[in-house]
């Protein structure tokens, strides 16, 4: 088990499938953490063991595609723990798609803004931090959409094929810095919603959570100090 005992993590989506397992792998390497979620209510009852630790902060009804409930929320976390050593973007969303010209402007400004936004967001707000801190760990979630555009899947594979490239220029531009950038890219995950749209499907050669979250556990421990700008594939199986 990698340790991150004294590392502070902000981990977003922390009320979605991947976002829960990453979080529990984190506090279970010994890390704080600043779990965050859009709604009200929901952390409360996912992380019921954490309400009242000193040691974990559960940040919701947060719209983090909002510039200003961005800031405030890292103000609060740095004011509360000091510093942040690592950011985890789990935030995203899939959507079913059109042809090209027939897709609805609405669809690429939900993808867009649910994909690479929240995480260009939560990026550049937390640079400086810890530019000013030293160094830190950011690990972005992309897909294996990112690598290859498909038919009727335009919208969702460049919102997060932008994550790729919006991690690759981080990780370039931060070097010298001692902040480390990398994005992994899941395949299918395991999870009751893709279970009940695809019920056909082998379930068995999708990825789980858990398995992703370990891959985000090991890029932002220590055991990753020398990989930077890389999209690692996390496929499972498929």
């Given at each position: 088990?990698?340790?991150?005992?004294?590392?502070?993590?902000?981990?977003?989506?922390?009320?979605?499938?991947?976002?829960?397992?990453?979080?529990?792998?984190?506090?279970?390497?010994?890390?704080?953490?600043?779990?965050?979620?859009?709604?009200?209510?929901?952390?409360?009852?996912?992380?019921?063991?954490?309400?009242?630790?000193?040691d974990h902060l559960l940040a919701e009804g947060i719209d983090i595609t909002d510039?200003?409930?961005?800031?405030?929320?890292?103000?609060?976390?740095?004011?509360?723990?000091?510093?942040?050593?690592?950011?985890?973007?789990?935030?995203?969303?899939?959507?079913?798609?059109?042809?090209?010209?027939?897709?609805?402007?609405?669809?690429?400004?939900?993808?867009?803004?649910?994909?690479?936004?929240?995480?260009?967001?939560?990026?550049?707000?937390?640079?400086?931090?810890?530019?000013?801190?030293?160094?830190?760990?950011?690990?972005?979630?992309?897909?294996?959409?990112?690598?290859?555009?498909?038919?009727?899947?335009?919208?969702?594979?460049?919102?997060?094929?932008?994550?790729?490239?919006?991690?690759?220029?981080?990780?370039?531009?931060?070097?010298?810095?001692?902040?480390?950038?990398?994005?992994?890219?899941?395949?299918?995950?395991?999870?009751?919603?893709?279970?009940?749209?695809?019920?056909?499907?082998?379930?068995?050669?999708?990825?789980?959570?858990?398995?992703?979250?370990?891959?985000?556990?090991?890029?932002?421990?220590?055991?990753?100090?020398?990989?930077?700008?890389?999209?690692?594939?996390?496929?499972?199986?498929?």
């Amino acid at each position: 088990m990698k340790n991150l005992n004294g590392k502070i993590a902000l981990i977003t989506g922390g009320a979605g499938n991947l976002g829960r397992a990453t979080a529990r792998a984190f506090v279970g390497a010994g890390a704080s953490t600043v779990i965050v979620d859009r709604a009200s209510g929901r952390l409360q009852e996912i992380y019921a063991d954490l309400v009242n630790s000193e040691d974990h902060l559960l940040a919701e009804g947060i719209d983090i595609t909002d510039a200003a409930a961005v800031e405030g929320l890292v103000e609060r976390a740095h004011s509360r723990f000091g510093r942040i050593d690592i950011l985890v973007n789990t935030v995203g969303t899939y959507r079913g798609g059109s042809p090209v010209h027939e897709e609805e402007i609405e669809t690429w400004d939900l993808l867009l803004n649910a994909n690479l936004k929240t995480t260009l967001l939560m990026c550049r707000t937390l640079v400086p931090v810890m530019q000013k801190e030293g160094g830190g760990r950011i690990v972005n979630v992309a897909a294996r959409a990112a690598l290859a555009g498909g038919a009727n899947a335009a919208a969702y594979s460049a919102s997060k094929s932008a994550v790729v490239r919006l991690t690759e220029s981080l990780a370039a531009e931060l070097k010298d810095s001692g902040i480390n950038v990398n994005c992994v890219l899941p395949g299918t995950i395991d999870t009751a919603k893709n279970r009940e749209a695809m019920p056909n499907a082998d379930f068995t050669r999708w990825v789980t959570p858990e398995a992703i979250a370990d891959v985000i556990l090991f890029l932002a421990s220590d055991e990753a100090r020398a990989v930077s700008g890389a999209a690692v594939p996390v496929f499972g199986a498929s």
